[in-house]
């Protein structure tokens, strides 16, 4: 009650400004149009329920050929990765003009906005088994299959529902930005009439109705956490193998085979399905716009400055949003009782989309470098808070038994047992969170601030340029897929030490 005293008083201060609206204003809104919103809120749910479903069953039959295929793993994943990194607001428009009117857009962007966040949490948690389980498993003569099935996949149940509980919300996110490129109904729609027309009661209206069923989503997923994670295995650590030593030329092998396979489904997947080169460019109109065309440096210069401008703001909300969710992760461990303040706070951040949130917190911020990296920094915060909890979660019990009968502190017992417990869940965080703060700042850039990259493809999908905006889909997902890959590397070079079993092939 205090809170929402609080928030009247504010919104009520600030009237006229075009940035809050109050629970009252909100909740007449809400009444007035209760009609309009519930359809709108029906037709986002449908598409982000269907989103969800596809995006998850293709993570987890992503996973299951990856741990009974393993030399599958580097290409499958780098295809996984570089499909994921492509920003949904540039790519909204070009499904939008393949599918036309209908709901696929809608449908596709939500399954997008999750399946790679559901695939990281399972291979995490498939491998999160001591060696002796699995060695048991090949006494009795059986195989990797049965290994998954009896062993890996119990597992791997509470990371499964940890990935869904972030998969939630992201799958609303999906639908909207689907519902904002052109959609008939949703929330989506509503957002940016009421964006456009600086209606702030109704823009709140809605980013708090989408921000109540997110978080509806995220406690029953929770609730499901808690019925299925059962006591950390007894011992997690394992020798590293020999699969670990990776050379060099190994690795610049797998990448040019990686990039081989996605030009050619780049090109064929697009002359298969017979889409008209005026919108689906191939690789090869890429080449000549940047590279042998008459006006290629124009073209290079203008989408290397816009581009510089987007990474100024990229890395520091990046990594503000890692440092944020791992320390209130800490702070919770420690503090149990935080949970119930920061928790539903957290959520709440989260939860709001950020089409609706992106306009309110420039309008609040400024257009500067302040707006922009707040925005991507709660885009990271909520996710890697999560996979943290999990992870400290997951310190085995005879360690911490061990630090218990020695009456070591909670601080010591968090730095030296449950810290490098978590490692696994965060750096599968760090890399999950590479293409959020692209997404997040590209967003911000398309809706509120009008510079950057986001705005360039903001401007060349209203104006048909679509040389220019594939130009601009491919260098961000190529930057968040190298991004992506460095953190990896930095994550192997930790789990060598702290979390062996993860990096075991």
């Not at 007035?32 to 919103?37: F, I, K, M, T």
């Not at 009117?101 to 449908?107: A, H, M, S």
């Not at 089409?355 to 925005?375: E, F, K, N």
Request: with cysteine.
């Amino acid at each position: 009650m205090g809170l929402l005293l609080a928030w009247e008083a504010l919104a009520r201060l600030n009237a006229g400004s075009y940035v809050l609206a109050g629970p009252v204003a909100v909740a007449i809104h809400g009444v007035e149009h209760a009609g309009l919103l519930g359809r709108a809120l029906r037709a986002t749910l449908v598409n982000a329920a269907w989103g969800f479903l596809w995006g998850n069953l293709v993570a987890i039959g992503l996973a299951a050929v990856i741990l009974l295929v393993p030399r599958l793993e580097r290409l499958l994943v780098a295809l996984a990765l570089l499909v994921f990194c492509l920003p949904l607001v540039a790519t909204g428009p070009i499904l939008r003009v393949a599918y036309g009117p209908g709901d696929g857009p809608q449908i596709v962007l939500a399954a997008l906005a999750v399946y790679y966040t559901t695939l990281l949490a399972l291979l995490v948690g498939l491998r999160a088994v001591p060696r002796s389980w699995l060695d048991l498993v090949e006494s009795y003569g059986r195989g990797a299959g049965a290994q998954l099935l009896h062993v890996r996949a119990m597992a791997a149940l509470p990371y499964l529902a940890a990935g869904l509980q972030i998969a939630a919300p992201a799958a609303i996110l999906g639908a909207m930005v689907g519902e904002f490129t052109g959609a008939e109904r949703g929330l989506g729609v509503l957002t940016i009439r009421a964006t456009r027309a600086l209606d702030v009661d109704a823009t709140w209206t809605i980013a708090l109705l989408a921000a109540g069923m997110a978080m509806a989503a995220y406690w029953a997923f929770g609730a499901l956490l808690r019925r299925v994670a059962s006591d950390p295995p007894a011992l997690l650590l394992a020798p590293p193998g020999p699969a670990l030593r990776r050379g060099r030329r190994r690795g610049a092998a797998g990448a040019t085979v990686t990039i081989l396979v996605a030009l050619a489904l780049w090109q064929g997947g697009m002359d298969a399905l017979g889409l008209n080169s005026y919108f689906a460019k191939r690789p090869g109109d890429m080449v000549t716009f940047l590279v042998t065309g008459p006006e290629a440096a124009s073209h290079r210069a203008t989408l290397l400055a816009a581009y510089a401008e987007t990474l100024a703001y990229t890395l520091p909300g990046y990594l503000a949003g890692l440092a944020l969710g791992a320390g209130l992760a800490c702070a919770i461990t420690l503090a149990p009782g935080l949970a119930t303040v920061a928790m539903p706070v957290a959520v709440a951040l989260r939860s709001v989309p950020i089409v609706t949130t992106a306009p309110l917190l420039v309008l609040a911020l400024g257009r500067g470098s302040v707006g922009t990296i707040t925005i991507v920094a709660v885009m990271i915060f909520f996710p890697t808070l999560v996979a943290c909890l999990q992870g400290l979660r997951q310190a085995p019990g005879d360690v911490i038994d061990i630090f218990a009968s020695y009456a070591t502190g909670r601080w010591r017992t968090l730095v030296l047992a449950r810290v490098p417990a978590m490692l696994p869940a965060f750096f599968a965080a760090a890399r999950m969170g590479v293409p959020a703060a692209i997404l997040a700042v590209t967003t911000a850039e398309w809706l509120a601030t009008g510079r950057g990259i986001g705005s360039l493809m903001a401007l060349t999908a209203s104006t048909s340029d679509y040389n220019m905006l594939w130009s601009a889909i491919t260098l961000v997902a190529l930057t968040a897929a190298l991004a992506h890959t460095l953190v990896a590397r930095i994550e192997r070079a930790v789990l060598r030490v702290y979390g062996p079993e993860q990096l075991a092939r």
